[in-house]
């Protein structure tokens, strides 16, 4: 092989290469369509501040709740004035209230709790709820349901110690606080069990 | 605009005078009339040729009936379209909650105005401009999304149902598929994935569970697995080609399919991720249900396999002859394999035809035609779904759940076609 046909040979070999460059470079520029990136870096930072604005919501653990105590005496009050109108007194009434009964009193309701005519059985705080905290996250964020949000932790945390009264999981003269909420055991709590249902032939 | 000055010119050229246009002549009366372009002008013309149909160009009633149709040109365009007057279709209202009328609709699409409402604290009205969705908790960049940073996000369209799991009611012969179980209805949504937004903002690997929360006067919560928002979950904008109804979640939702309608908070304003469930009132005091046992059954998130024929149903008055029996089937665990109909009171079924394409997690039109010779009988139908479960009849429910209704109750739904031709609800 003389040297011409060496050059040639190398000229030709460095042509292909820069035309496939130039085809690369060209056929990517001209694709629009990105790849799917790990983020788009849409939205902004949420401040500390703004979460716990709106962060309301309170754990079975106790995450959430505020320091404070509440008060039987003290909420009985709170609830006669912002809470029988709708929810009654535990008592029958002749007509549907709006709320539905949060504790009952009367006597043909009183050994037919805890599961035994799960069915007939008015379901309440003291039947049903398996969570105690539940009461403190629930009011606070809805009730009274024509002012919600209108709340003070404080009255909220008075309601709820009434509510648990009533429903006789506490006895008079209990305070709770933010630390004893999380550690009452309701009644129903032994009875939820979780979705098991999973389709195919098993009817449950 | 060319168009629109040559539009213009159409009319002016009819030299309107100021008496014709003040009423003051008999012969003639004043209209508003719409162009193609959207304005409004008015034009005079002689009385005998004002065709009824373009004197409101908003409304078309009854009123407006004319005996020959070809003979008067009908109403122009409008900026917004409405369903004929002579067409009625209506939600059934209560005060917390409206169904969907079954029996009247076609197809497998809930019109946007009759989709099911069910809400905890009335319908807020919430500024597009202001909308927030917070998302917190255990991630690593905690971050606010506006509407319109929502729809910068690649968006997905899909089409699914949502049920309220509490989409049961009986106990009287004269009930219309609405009043038994007007809670389900079907939207091609559009949105985002929850999924796009987890990775947006790293969430931790520890992180199991999510509570997503409304900006309703309720406040709405629900803990939901962190594994539904990896797979199908969205953030839903649009509802049927438009923005979402103020009643389903204006102007942004949470969308599971084939979950409990609850779970799919609507107005959206927070998710934060957690390592364990919340407990809410929701999943607790409600959407929890009696099984077996005195047992309380929580987090029953899917809807199970469901149908229902929608005709005949009451209040239809049934003549002989042909009949094509139609009605909807959907599950939550994926898609209609088969559904079944029997017009002998249960005694031998035969498959219907499903009208494609079967979608996943979506109502699915069947139909099944029957020679009715006028005795009576039952007609019902069963919902077989991809994972083999067949919808059970109201007695093997009862006694698989020990139960008498709640939620999570989809039996079989029986109408009775007496002699007469009327269709009542079977026991």
């Known amino acids: 092989m003389n040297n011409r046909a060496l050059i040639n040979r190398y000229v030709i070999t460095l042509l292909f290469f820069v035309i496939s460059a130039v085809v690369i470079v060209v056929t990517s520029l001209k694709r629009t369509k990105a790849s799917y990136p790990e983020k788009f870096g849409i939205g902004r930072a949420a401040s500390a501040a703004e979460i716990s604005a709106l962060d309301i919501d309170v754990r079975p653990d106790g995450k959430g709740l505020p320091v404070g105590s509440g008060d039987i005496a003290a909420g009985k009050l709170i609830y006669n004035t912002k809470c029988l109108a709708c929810h009654g007194d535990g008592k029958k009434t002749e007509v549907k209230l709006p709320g539905e009964p949060l504790f009952v009193d009367y006597a043909e309701f009183k050994n037919n709790t805890a599961g035994q005519k799960a069915d007939q059985s008015p379901k309440t705080i003291g039947t049903y709820w398996p969570y105690a905290t539940t009461i403190f996250d629930y009011v606070r964020r809805a009730m009274p349901y024509n002012a919600p949000g209108s709340l003070s932790n404080q009255e909220v945390y008075h309601l709820t110690a009434y509510l648990l009264y009533r429903n006789h999981i506490i006895s008079s003269g209990t305070v709770i606080t933010e630390k004893s909420l999380p550690k009452i055991v309701m009644p129903a709590k032994e009875k939820y069990v979780e979705d098991d249902r999973e389709g195919g032939t098993a009817l449950k | ?427």
């Open chain 2, 1 to 427: 605009m060319k168009e629109e000055n040559s539009e213009n010119k159409l009319f002016t050229d009819r030299k309107i005078s100021r008496r014709l246009l003040l009423g003051g002549a008999a012969t003639a009366a004043v209209v508003l009339v719409q162009t193609s372009v959207g304005k409004m002008v008015q034009a005079a013309v002689p009385e005998s040729v004002v065709p009824p149909l373009l004197t409101d160009s908003t409304s078309l009633t009854a009123a407006d009936l004319i005996a020959d149709p070809t003979r008067i040109p009908g109403r122009g365009p409008s900026v917004s379209g409405m369903p004929s007057s002579f067409e009625n279709p209506q939600r059934i209202p209560s005060l917390t909650s409206s169904r969907t009328p079954l029996q009247d609709l076609y197809g497998t699409i809930t019109p946007s105005a009759l989709h099911f409402e069910r809400h905890h604290g009335g319908i807020p009205v919430i500024d597009p401009q202001k909308y927030e969705l917070v998302i917190h908790g255990m991630v690593d960049k905690p971050l606010v999304f506006s509407l319109a940073d929502l729809k910068r996000f690649p968006s997905v369209t899909r089409t699914c149902f949502i049920e309220c799991s509490g989409n049961f009611r009986s106990g009287k012969e004269e009930m219309s598929p609405q009043e038994i179980c007007g809670l389900t209805s079907q939207s091609e949504w559009t949105g985002v994935m929850l999924s796009t937004l987890f990775r947006e903002v790293g969430v931790r690997e520890k992180a199991s569970w999510f509570l997503a929360e409304g900006g309703d006067a309720a406040v709405m919560t629900r803990s939901i697995p962190v594994s539904k928002g990896w797979d199908d979950a969205m953030i839903a904008y649009a509802q049927n080609g438009e923005a979402v109804r103020p009643e389903q979640g204006y102007p942004a939702r949470l969308l599971l399919p084939g979950w409990e309608g609850n779970t799919s908070v609507k107005w959206l304003r927070r998710i934060e991720l957690s390592d364990q469930p919340y407990m809410t009132r929701e999943e607790t005091s409600k959407y929890t249900e009696t099984v077996k046992g005195g047992k309380i059954r929580q987090f029953s998130f899917v809807m199970d396999a469901r149908s229902i024929i929608t005709f005949p149903s009451f209040p239809v008055q049934l003549e002989r002859g042909y009949v094509e029996i139609r009605g909807i089937a959907w599950t939550g665990r994926g898609k209609i394999v088969k559904v079944e109909i029997s017009v002998d009171a249960g005694r031998s079924w035969a498959p219907a035809e499903l009208q494609g394409p079967v979608l996943d997690k979506a109502h699915t039109a069947f139909r099944y035609l029957w020679k009715w010779e006028g005795r009576e009988t039952e007609i019902m139908s069963r919902a077989v779904d991809e994972t083999g479960y067949v919808q059970p009849s109201y007695q093997e429910l009862s006694a698989a759940r020990e139960s008498k209704g709640g939620y999570h109750f989809n039996p079989i739904t029986k109408w009775r076609v007496e002699r007469s031709g009327k269709v009542l609800l079977g026991a």
